[in-house]
């Protein structure tokens, strides 16, 4: 009795999708687009994260201490600096060692310090963080651990902030983005099912008199919210795949992409995530949009 009430409903569902083609046609066309749209800022907002991630891996600290700090006292703090919370990796840099790689970024104008001594170099701990917003938190860890051994700490700090700022402006854009996109979709598929009430208004009538509960009626309506999300999200996730894996294969070969070694997410990494995220906004939309079409004409 279930399953036929269940196919009942489902058949029902896909009965008014295919009756009301031009309703249908134009609710697809214009989820389809607002779906777009997201998913266009969704994975700029994804590849974003990804850049500040690596560059998050990068980014770091260099804990300069005084000429003079004997080795073992070093050490020391380099096992403490290992456990404050937001450092990622440290990594000692000797006095030789800093040395060198003041040559290499020098270059040519290295050859102004050979034949000097290593002896005014100072020893360094490189330090990586796990979380950008723990920079000051972690620079005043450091001040606090190393003591009257610091000679400086060197950071990135504006570089910083402004990779934060970014990230959180895009994250919220997206969420801004998602809610009027979501909305506007609600409003179109409410008017669609509407149209459709209002065609079968007689049959509706009929068999409220009969004794058929309003979640009975409601359901066939609210199936064909959910055919349309569906579909409008499993056509949405076909396009946005083709529209990036045509773009992002350029974009590796531009020169600006190259020097700044930027990476992208691959679609097929985001596909997961994206399927999910589409059949949750399409089934989620169809679901709101017609149970508000049918509130309001059954006045329950």
């Known amino acids: 009795m279930k399953y036929n009430v269940v196919s009942y409903l489902i058949s029902e569902g896909f009965r008014n999708v295919f009756k009301n083609k031009k309703s249908t046609i134009s609710a697809l066309t214009i989820m389809c687009l607002c779906m777009l749209v997201f998913g266009i800022f969704f994975i700029i907002g994804e590849n974003i994260n990804n850049v500040m991630n690596t560059v998050e891996e990068a980014q770091g600290l260099q804990v300069y201490f005084k000429v003079g700090t004997d080795d073992e006292t070093m050490r020391n703090i380099g096992e403490e600096l290992k456990r404050v919370e937001g450092i990622n990796k440290v990594e000692f840099i000797s006095k030789e060692d800093g040395f060198s790689e003041m040559q290499e970024r020098l270059g040519k104008g290295s050859k102004a ?80 099912i509407k149209l459709t009430v209002h065609a079968r208004r007689k049959e509706i009538s009929i068999m409220k008199y009969v004794g058929a509960t309003n979640s009975f009626i409601r359901s066939p309506f609210i199936v064909e919210g959910i055919i349309i999300g569906i579909i409008a999200a499993l056509i949405a996730v076909v396009i946005v795949g083709m529209i990036y894996n045509a773009i992002i294969p350029n974009m590796l070969e531009s020169a600006v992409v190259k020097k700044l070694e930027i990476s992208f997410v691959t679609f097929s990494n985001m596909f997961n995530l994206i399927i999910v995220v589409y059949l949750i906004l399409g089934i989620g939309i169809g679901t709101i949009g017609s149970s508000i079409s049918m509130r309001k004409y059954l006045e329950v």
Do not use: C, H
Not at 113 to 136: A, C, H, Q, V, W
Not at 165 to 178: D, N
């Open 113 to 192: 310090f050979d034949g000097m001594k290593t002896e005014f170099m100072p020893d360094s701990y490189r330090i990586t963080l796990s979380n950008l917003e723990l920079n000051e938190q972690v620079q005043s860890r450091i001040k606090d651990i190393v003591g009257e051994n610091l000679d400086e700490i060197r950071s990135s700090n504006e570089l910083i902030s402004t990779i934060m700022g970014i990230g959180k402006g895009v994250r919220l854009f997206t969420l801004a983005l998602l809610i009027i996109l979501v909305v506007i979709s609600i409003v179109i598929i409410s008017n669609t």
